[in-house]
């Protein structure tokens, strides 16, 4: 059975970090893309950042320069390194892969942005 | 302004069918295939069609997509109400080198 398992969130200070972790099982960790994807509170779905097999990475302008996506598939994990955290970077934050389109998706991780 | 555009909200009573129609331009939609997303919340979101008119094993033959030049289309028959969330298309967009949701459609069953 596939399994992505975020933690990671929290209540953080604006200007604040925290590391976003998403453990995979059940599937060949190595051979799939990886992807963040949030929801704000009452909003819509908002991709983040994905990582390709390859380690190529890609970023949403919101969060690019801010953000960072890593995968250590010895431990069939990936991270998201989130910094300079900002109110609106508040929102449930979803592991999320697939090989053609996002089949598996995580629970979610909240994260809190707030002074 | 989404690079994809969704209506925010549709809604049909149970037996029905309903289109949810996702816009898009010549960078995004126009070259790249479509997926979409249900979402009801408090859950993990669900994929109902990739590539465009690609059902996922398990996902009912109610729900079909399909893509014409700029634009996309979710077609959902026989409306039943846990068919009631959100639901998002999403493409690659080059210009941006990123993934690109819809603002979503809340779809109500009445």
């Known amino acids: 059975e596939v399994q992505l398992v975020e933690s990671g969130g929290g209540l953080v200070q604006p200007g604040g970090s925290l590391r976003l972790s998403c453990a995979a099982s059940?599937?060949?960790?190595?051979?799939?893309?990886m992807h963040w994807v949030r929801q704000p509170t009452g909003k819509g779905l908002e991709w983040v950042s994905g990582?390709?097999?390859?380690?190529?990475?890609f970023y949403s302008g919101s969060v690019r320069g801010r953000f960072t996506i890593s995968r250590e598939n010895a431990k069939n994990s990936f991270y998201l390194q989130v910094n300079s955290l900002r109110a609106e970077d508040t929102a449930v934050y979803f592991c999320?892969?697939?090989?053609?389109?996002?089949?598996?998706w995580g629970q979610g991780t909240p994260v809190t942005v707030s002074s | 302004q989404s690079v994809l555009t969704q209506p925010p909200s549709a809604s049909g009573t149970p037996g029905q069918g309903v289109t949810i129609s996702c816009s898009g331009d010549?960078?995004?939609?126009?070259?790249?295939?479509v997926n979409w997303y249900q979402h009801i919340p408090g859950t993990a979101p669900r994929l109902l069609i990739h590539?465009?008119?690609q059902r996922p094993s398990g996902v009912p033959d109610r729900f079909s997509g399909s893509r014409s030049g700029t634009s996309a289309s979710l077609a959902i028959t026989g409306l039943r109400s846990e068919d009631e969330g959100d639901y998002y298309c999403?493409?690659?967009?080059?210009?941006?080198?990123?993934?690109?949701f819809g603002g979503g459609t809340r779809l109500t069953v009445l």
């Open positions: 590539t465009s008119d």
């Open positions: 990582i390709t097999t390859g380690g190529v990475t």
């Open positions: 999320a892969t697939g090989l053609a389109g996002w089949d598996y």
């Open positions: 059940g599937f060949t960790f190595s051979s799939y893309d």
């Open positions: 999403t493409t690659w967009v080059g210009r941006l080198s990123a993934w690109v």
């Open positions: 010549s960078t995004s939609i126009g070259i790249h295939h």
